[in-house]
Protein backbone atom coordinates (compact mmCIF):
# COMPACT_ATOMS: atom_id res chain seq x y z
CA UNK A 1 0.00 0.00 0.00
CA UNK A 2 2.40 2.77 1.17
CA UNK A 3 4.92 1.46 -2.21
CA UNK A 4 1.52 2.10 -4.50
CA UNK A 5 1.05 5.67 -2.92
CA UNK A 6 5.03 6.28 -3.30
CA UNK A 7 4.91 5.20 -7.01
CA UNK A 8 2.15 7.87 -7.38
CA UNK A 9 3.64 10.68 -5.95
CA UNK A 10 6.66 9.80 -8.15
CA UNK A 11 4.34 10.09 -11.05
CA UNK A 12 2.44 13.06 -9.76
CA UNK A 13 5.74 14.99 -8.81
CA UNK A 14 7.42 14.13 -12.81
CA UNK A 15 4.02 15.34 -14.69
CA UNK A 16 4.18 18.66 -12.62
CA UNK A 17 7.87 18.84 -13.36
CA UNK A 18 6.65 18.50 -16.97
CA UNK A 19 4.07 20.76 -16.71
CA UNK A 20 6.19 23.41 -14.81
CA UNK A 21 8.79 22.80 -17.91
CA UNK A 22 6.41 23.12 -20.42
CA UNK A 23 4.79 26.48 -19.04
CA UNK A 24 8.36 27.64 -18.56
CA UNK A 25 9.00 27.40 -22.34
CA UNK A 26 5.82 28.47 -23.83
CA UNK A 27 6.15 31.67 -21.45
CA UNK A 28 9.63 31.81 -23.22
CA UNK A 29 8.34 31.71 -26.60
CA UNK A 30 6.04 34.24 -25.81
CA UNK A 31 7.98 36.52 -24.91
CA UNK A 32 10.25 36.45 -27.66
CA UNK A 33 7.37 36.47 -30.04
CA UNK A 34 6.31 39.71 -28.44
CA UNK A 35 9.87 41.11 -28.76
CA UNK A 36 10.10 40.96 -32.59
CA UNK A 37 6.06 41.16 -33.47
CA UNK A 38 3.01 43.44 -32.62
CA UNK A 39 1.54 42.41 -29.08
CA UNK A 40 -2.28 41.81 -31.29
CA UNK A 41 0.18 39.02 -33.68
CA UNK A 42 1.80 37.66 -31.05
CA UNK A 43 -0.95 35.51 -29.68
CA UNK A 44 -2.46 34.67 -32.53
CA UNK A 45 0.71 33.32 -33.89
CA UNK A 46 1.33 31.24 -30.45
CA UNK A 47 -1.58 29.71 -30.68
CA UNK A 48 -1.22 28.40 -34.28
CA UNK A 49 -4.02 30.63 -36.16
CA UNK A 50 -1.89 30.50 -39.57
CA UNK A 51 -4.55 30.01 -41.67
CA UNK A 52 -6.30 33.20 -40.05
CA UNK A 53 -2.85 35.00 -40.78
CA UNK A 54 -2.92 34.09 -44.19
CA UNK A 55 -5.66 35.09 -45.23
CA UNK A 56 -4.40 38.75 -44.44
CA UNK A 57 -6.47 41.67 -44.27
CA UNK A 58 -6.60 45.45 -45.79
CA UNK A 59 -6.10 48.80 -44.15
CA UNK A 60 -4.69 52.42 -44.54
CA UNK A 61 -0.87 52.99 -43.36
CA UNK A 62 1.35 55.83 -43.30
CA UNK A 63 5.32 55.18 -43.54
CA UNK A 64 7.42 57.94 -42.37
CA UNK A 65 11.11 58.21 -43.45
CA UNK A 66 13.99 60.02 -41.82
CA UNK A 67 17.21 60.50 -42.45
CA UNK A 68 19.72 61.78 -39.70
CA UNK A 69 22.51 64.12 -41.88
CA UNK A 70 25.54 61.79 -41.86
CA UNK A 71 24.25 58.86 -40.18
CA UNK A 72 23.78 56.74 -43.20
CA UNK A 73 26.18 56.30 -46.00
Excluded at 23 to 37: K, V, Y
Aim: aromatic share 4%; hydrophobic share 55%.
Amino acid sequence: MILMAGVVLVIAARRARALLSRSITDARHSANLTRFLPAELAPRLARGALPELRAGSRGEMGILFIDICGFTA
